[in-house]
């Protein structure tokens, strides 16, 4: 009884400490960082500016991944699509429902205006890590293998795969290919 | 789990109450905006680097440059391959650029003084001001520097219609060579050089690898003649000046004759060669009046050692003589020029290394004369002088203070200034339209007669400031005043200009024609000279003085201002943090001014290193830092162009002192260019003391094995064999004491990786081995590489009191040893330099230091150092040979610097870093990489094309900019790749590698003298 005991107070010692760091460790973090909790939406916000469904386009339309994310097979980047590419078809495409109609709407009044639409980054790897699209897409490598079955998702908000360094390698390690640090740190 | 808590548990618990903020899955600490395109440019591929052809406009060469922009934004400059003169290389100066786009203190938009404080308007109320006072003005003066042939031929129009007087003002102007050009061979040009083909080069001072005119033009050509040949021939280069500047410590040997004596030892040696054949023409009686024992006294150099200079000109083919630069330019400059060109006429070289027909610059070039801007000076100083434009200069600061400049300027009732960045000039004008940075601006260059490169802009002009070309404010304001042509913007005008050139060329398609130019960034048309294969000489229509000029002045010490080899004339460059802080090439001294002094006269003065000293001449005073340096004669002290800045912006005021202070404007009496080289100084030692930012570690080599050279007689003779061994054997020796026992290998590529070495090492067979070669017998020390490399790896740069404390962070460094170098007489010159940069040794002592394996030896043969990964203990520095390992003590990559004084990197100039390579914080170890993101693209690049990387696909920052192609970079496992044979050349050597046995993977190639080399160290 004493071990259990003895563990269980120490894995709450942890848990607690755990936390506490975690509390402290963010206030050091950058000037314009929040600091977040295990409660993570107390105050950042990815909301999209405009409520794009992947859903439709990729999934009833079956629009293929690189007709928007155009640069993903030359360059390191995906690409975002350019606000020519929605107008293409939203020109003529208004909507079948209010709610989309609105958003249509807006897609339409920021190339009137001239102006990109601000999409918020949900994918994304560290700064220090340099990650080119172009040789997993040349490698075969499904976009649903890391960005998840995209079609699925009404509206992307969590990235259900970890995206980790670990996760990386593991994959990098099944397909026998190059792995050293450099290939993505420098 | 009744027996207690296991291992994994409890790690599973601690990594879950660490999971909470991990629900994102990602390191989004904040909410980032992917922002698109509305309608993309068909040119631009996120992510993918978008070329342009320009040529650089930092100084008068005009080498051809590419420029990489990523979506629209310039982040670094190349050479263009294409181009004759850089053929793909640059120079600092042109590296440094970037900067000067990006300079933060640019002018935000126009403005106008009012009540004594410039304030902003408008372009439309600017223009409207300029035209008014234009139109109000019966006459001005519209002083401008070099500017392509488009925009000279616009600003001329204009001027021509509203009553202006043009003055190019160049502060480095070649007057007394066009002179002694036009008396000699009857063309006021300035003749272009080949050095490249000159078995033989003696110089009187041309300073041709550090300016003057044509640095990447003459670096390559030095290096091609100097370097050892294929078949065994190597180039003789003796530089006959008071003073060695970094051109000069490239020499074989040096004849250290007295100031204002050079066209004496050249008519000596005219005298020598012509010997009584009547080749000199009308000059052959001054020439025979002119014996080298006749000189041999005055010069302070022996007789013998002039013969056989000149005996050197005709042994072994063409040679080629050159005049003085800049800082030998004395009272009778025109004379000495004039005594070169007959001494190369007599040894042949006429045609054949320096042609008058197609001369440098073009028939476009013009110069005024220093005689006309002092005309111009006392015109103002009339107070009756209603306006003046300035536009690429900056005569407030270049100029003397003794011309009186500042005081007329004052007096001229509205002062117009052209300027980019706030400078000396325009810190006294009324009116400020501001100019745009070349890179974003049309244009055109000649660098050679008949042969042009169109200079278009790579960018939008840089958003946060409101600027405009020159040629678009003239022409709006010339609409305005109801003269000119009528059209719309320069862009038009400028391609009027070459529709009808090229009409004139018999060009049917235009826009071919045009779009080609722009692809490739050159023109060739058909010259426009007159061919001529005999020149002849011409008597001379003006009284010559050969004889040594006038020096103001009491005592026996002579004053030599000479142009920086860092910023040339420094009159629009110097708000740049990296040339700031590139080690000048020859002290090693950065940000601060020095003075350059010999041994002897610092001992008799009681001077040492840093001691401030007080430099007083008839025509003012100044206080610098002492700097004792050997490759100057005892009666010359030196002083660098470039410091003394007052308003030229936060990086570049303050710093050191403006030596144009301490001499007077004078105009020399055949061309009317400026006297440089006029006054002797009288030195006085204060009581204080400057720690002046030196890299320099040691100058002397201290029997270390670290630039051997081998003499040409021995490197004839020797063998084929690569050998690796310096001939001392420290490592046999150690294994003679026990306990030490190294991995004996030869240093080829087919023993690497070294057994036990290979930890870590998980790659594939087909992987790629990278080294490096450098040819030190190539190397010019002009430390253009160490400008590239910072540019190209977003290397910071500290700031002063860093680099006293030695913390530079240059990824390479030139370091420069002297071996044998006499300022008492004539004799062989031998100072080394050394590219030093992370080996990459394959036994590297940094990599098993590391606790947390944040450096370690990639499979292709790179040491590589994971920033993210770092911890800073600084053990792989500390156990570094080579001490190329940098440390970011502070964070000098923020808006603001965490200290003052310290590097930083204000908006825009955070628009120059290069988004290849991660920018670094403090408490991380940087090194040298091999340019592993550029070894990494390409092989992005070949996976996506045909999966072979070619030795063409990988050049690193530093191998690419190298005028003198003295890096080689490759794959050495290749064998027909140019860096697997040149490692086994037996010249090959690999830097204190028998002492430490670090194996590293750039080798360098041992300097080739024409001397033996006694000492013992090496």
Known sequence: ?186 | MNDGLKRRDFLKVVGASGAGAGVLGCSTEKVENLMPYVTPPEEITPGVATWYSTVCGECEAGCGMWVRTQEGRVVKVEGNPNDPVSKGALCSKGHSSLQGLYNPDRFKGPMIREGGQLKPISWVEAEEVLAGHLERADNYYLITGSTGPSLTGLVDSFAGDTGGKILNYNPLDHGPLREASRIVFGRDVVPWYDLGSAKCIISFGADFLDGWLSPLRDSRGFSKMSAVGEGGFKGRFVFAAPRLSLTGQNADEWLPIAPGTEALVALAMANVISGGTAEAGPYQEIVDAHSPEDVAAKAGVSAESIRRAANHLVEDGPSLVLGPGIEGQHRNSTAVNVAVAILNFVAGNVGKTVDYSSPQFGASSRSSSYESMQDAIGDMRTGEVPLVLVHAANPAYALPSTSGFKEAFGQVSFKVSFASAMDETAAMADLILPDRHFLESWGDSSWRSGRFSIQQPAMQPVPHFDSKQVGDVLLSVAENMGVGSGNQSFYEWLRLQWQSKAATEGVSDFEHFWREGLRTGVIDTESESESSSSEALRETDRALVFDSPEFDGEGDLHLMVYPSARFGDGSMNANRPWLQELADPVSKIAWHSWVEMHPDRAESLGVQNGDVLTLSTDYGALEVPAWIYPGIRQDVIALAMGGGHTEAGRFANGNGVNPMDLIPAEVEALSGGLVHFITKVAVTPTDDRYQLASIAGSDVQSNRPITPVVSLEEWTRGTTEHSDEGGHGPLKELQGIGGFVPIETEGLPENFPLDGSKHGEYGKEDEPRWAMAIDLDKCTGCSACVTACQSENNVPWVGESQVAMGRDMGWIRMERYYEAVDATQAGPVDIRFLPMLCQHCNNAPCEPVCPVFATYHTPDGLNAQIYNRCVGTRYCANNCPYKVRVFNWYTFTDEEPVREGLGHIPEPLNWQLNPDVTVRENGVMEKCSFCVHRIRNAQNRAALEDGVLAETDVVTACQQTCAAEAIVFGNIKDPNSKISRISKDQRSYRVLNEITNTQPAVSYLKKVTFHEVVSEGH
């Open chain 1, 1 to 186: 009884m004493t071990k259990r005991w003895i563990g269980r107070l120490t894995i709450g010692f942890v848990i607690i400490l755990g936390c506490l760091a975690l509390v402290f460790s963010q206030e050091n973090g950058e000037d314009d960082s929040v600091s977040s909790s295990a409660e993570s939406s107390t105050v950042l916000d990815f909301t999209q500016p405009i409520a794009f469904p992947h859903t439709i386009h990729a999934g009833v339309d079956q629009i293929d991944c690189q007709y928007c994310h155009f640069s993903a097979e030359r360059s390191v980047d995906a690409g975002i699509p350019p606000v020519s590419t929605c107008m293409g078809c939203h020109m003529v495409i208004g909507g079948s429902d209010e709610v989309q109609q609105a958003e249509i709407q807006k897609v339409r009044d920021y190339w009137a205006a001239k102006e990109p639409i601000p999409w918020v980054r949900i994918y994304k790897v560290a700064d220090h890590v340099h990650f080119p699209h172009m040789r997993h897409v040349a490698a075969n490598v499904d976009c649903t293998t890391c960005h998840g079955e995209v079609k699925e998702f009404e509206v992307i908000e969590t990235v259900n795969q970890p995206l980790s360094m670990g996760w990386c390698v593991s994959c990098h390690v099944e397909q026998n290919v190059r792995r050293d640090c450099t290939v993505c740190h420098y």
